[in-house]
């Protein structure tokens, strides 16, 4: 499938499901790039992907990991999935949703996550699917960085500092629209007592 092709399904998953799909547009390398920035070639790393989309992240993430590295990319779109796995056929991309991440991570025998990169619409998710997130990120690394893509910069910048002690953020101006990541490191140990999930609620 052409670049143009794989917009097109993009352009109407988004117009089809709105705040289900994080942007308007598939990330550019410079997104991407952004993303990646604690991706290391110069050692093994378990890497979780959240949210695969047409694969752009994907598809650097492999070019830039050591070979030994395990690498786990979820996508809960069937359409979405098959475009990812074509263009990234190399790739462990489950066709599934991010509340099975502790049972997807089970079955690979992965005990603890180095990076995660999170593509999902956080804001707009329900809080359950949020919940399981980020006690899986909590019980899986304490020090690391989970990393956020975002398409409205610094718009959520409370939101993550509610949830994890540090938060910088990253402008991408290139990106069309201008975008930006968060990294995001050392989650609150009495978040889920003390603080309201983000999400919606259901």
Known sequence: MTRIAERTVWVRKFLRHGTKIASLTPSSRWLCGAMCR??????????????????????????RMH???TFLSIEVDPDLHAIASARCPKAD??????ENLPDL?????????????????????????????????????????????????????????????????ELVMMNPPPGGVY????????????HRLPGKQL
Not at 93 to 98: D, E, G, L
Not at 137 to 142: P, S
Request: proline residues 7%; contains cysteine; glycine residues 4%.
């Open 38 to 63: 604690d991706v290391d070639p110069t050692r093994p790393q378990a890497i979780v992907e959240l949210g695969t989309g047409t694969g752009p992240l994907t598809q650097m993430v492999l070019e």
């Open 105 to 169: 991570l089970a079955e690979r025998d992965i005990e603890h996550i180095d990076v995660c990169l999170s593509c999902l619409p956080i804001p707009s998710l329900p809080q359950k699917v949020n919940k399981v997130v980020f006690e899986t990120w909590k019980r899986m690394n304490t020090t690391g960085t989970f990393t956020q893509i975002t398409q409205v910069p610094w718009w959520y910048q409370t939101l993550y500092r509610r949830v994890f002690r540090e938060v910088k953020f």
């Open 183 to 194: 990294h995001c490191s050392h989650i609150y140990e009495d978040f889920f007592e003390t």
């Open 93 to 98: 991309i489950a066709n599934a949703s991010v």
């Open 67 to 69: 070979p030994e590295s």
